[in-house]
């Protein structure tokens, strides 16, 4: 009822649409709370899903690969780690994850050359 006495009718807004962007930065921070609680499975799960919907999201695709590596799959995690690498050549954190996946398969000339690549980067900074 209105103060003039007639009828209100109440409108709700239309639900926006979450994005995809939006979408997949849930999804990572799922992956992470549950890469905390140790349920690495789960956990990578969830940062594939993030990739699914963002390929380009390096984040995920770090913490994928040092998921994988957790678990002690070494070629998926080093894979994942390459990959992050090809989307941003920036992010330290993964030539050192790359470089341990390398070292713990038994390739240590690769593990060197990811720690090698990293005082590069440090190097220019």
Same mark, same amino acid.
């Given at each position: 009822? *209105?103060? #003039?006495?007639?009828?209100? *009718?109440?409108?709700? +807004?239309?639900?926006?649409? /979450? ?5 997949? !930065? ?6 992470? !709370?549950? =890469? %905390?609680? %140790?349920?690495?499975?789960? &956990?990578?799960? !969830?940062?594939?899903? &993030?990739?699914?919907?963002? +390929?380009?999201? &390096?984040?995920?695709?770090? %913490?994928?690969?040092?998921?994988? =590596? @957790? #678990? ?16 941003? +050549?920036? @992010? ?9 996946? =390398?070292? %713990?398969?038994?390739? /240590?000339? #690769?593990?060197? #050359? ?10 220019? @900074?």
């Amino acid at each position: 009822m *209105t103060l #003039q006495g007639g009828e209100a *009718t109440l409108v709700l +807004p239309t639900a926006v649409k /979450s994005s995809d962007r939006q979408h997949a !930065q849930l999804a990572n921070e799922r992956g992470l !709370q549950l =890469y %905390k609680e %140790k349920r690495y499975a789960d &956990a990578a799960e !969830q940062f594939a899903d &993030a990739l699914k919907l963002r +390929p380009d999201f &390096a984040l995920a695709a770090n %913490k994928l690969g040092f998921v994988y =590596y @957790r #678990q002690g799959r070494l070629a998926e995690s080093a894979r994942w780690l390459e990959n992050t690498l090809k989307i941003d +050549p920036s @992010r330290a954190v993964a030539y050192l994850n790359l470089g341990d996946a =390398y070292a %713990k398969a038994g390739d /240590s000339r #690769q593990g060197a #050359q990811g720690l090698f690549d990293i005082s590069g980067i440090a190097a220019t @900074r």
